[in-house]
T-cell receptor, first 114, second 115 residues
């Protein structure tokens, strides 16, 4: 079975400060990990994914995520937060053995304070 | 052009009614999905179709029936609506052949309210 956990329901950060949104995963086999963002009343937008290769993955809007196998984590980061980054962030893991759906975490609401 | 489009965006109806939500993707993807997002924002897969073939059918009441007339369309029909069906339903698509592992592209969602 595969799952992801987002331990923080809410993250607050001041504009201009670095931000981190945490995600840990549990999979059997290779982890295929994703981050999505959801703005109010909108669909989910893809930010970045880790399939294989470099542990530091760069994505849209200046976001990046670091894959850490020993800690089974895939935290989302940004060096300098913008007010417009305020949104709901979802970590997700691919299904295994032919299943092609994503299993989502419970989401973390990021608020960037001006 | 919108990549994944769903209609209607809002749907308010009475308990016991039957309703449909339509989804179309113009990305040329071979796989489409329906997800349900509840009031706590939790996202759960409902169905997945690959080239019109049902791949995933999670534990969903029989009142929910997906229909894929072609690989660009995946519609969701719901019979005998109940209060607990109130949620936002998201359609998504991805390209799974030739290696797969593609990201999912989501529509804007259809907010269903059952009174």
């Amino acid at each position: 079975a595969q799952s992801v956990a987002q331990p923080e329901d809410q993250v607050n950060v001041a504009e201009g400060n670095p931000l981190t949104v945490k995600c840990t995963y549990s999979v059997s086999g290779n982890p295929y990990l994703f981050w999505y963002v959801q703005y109010p009343n909108r669909g989910l937008q893809f930010l970045l994914k880790y399939i294989t290769g470099d542990n530091l993955v760069k994505g849209s809007y200046g976001f990046e995520a670091e894959f850490n196998k020993s800690q089974t984590s895939f935290h989302l980061k940004k060096p300098s937060a913008l007010v417009s980054d305020s949104a709901l962030y979802f970590c997700a893991v691919r299904g295994q053995t032919g299943a092609n759906n994503l299993f989502f975490g419970t989401g973390t609401r990021l608020t960037v304070i001006p | 052009d919108t990549a994944v489009s769903q209609t209607p965006k809002y749907l308010v109806t009475q308990m016991g009614n039957d309703k449909s939500i339509k989804c179309e993707q113009n990305l040329g993807h071979d796989t489409m999905y329906w997800y349900k997002q509840d009031s706590k924002k939790f996202l759960k897969i409902m169905f997945s179709y690959n080239n019109k073939e049902l791949i995933i059918n999670e534990t969903v009441p029989n009142r929910f029936s997906p229909k894929s007339p072609d690989k660009a369309h995946l519609n969701l029909h719901i019979n005998s609506l109940e209060l607990g069906d109130s949620a936002v339903y998201f359609c998504a698509s991805s390209q799974e052949s030739s290696g797969g592992l593609g990201e999912l592209f989501f529509g804007e969602g259809s907010r269903l309210t059952v009174l």
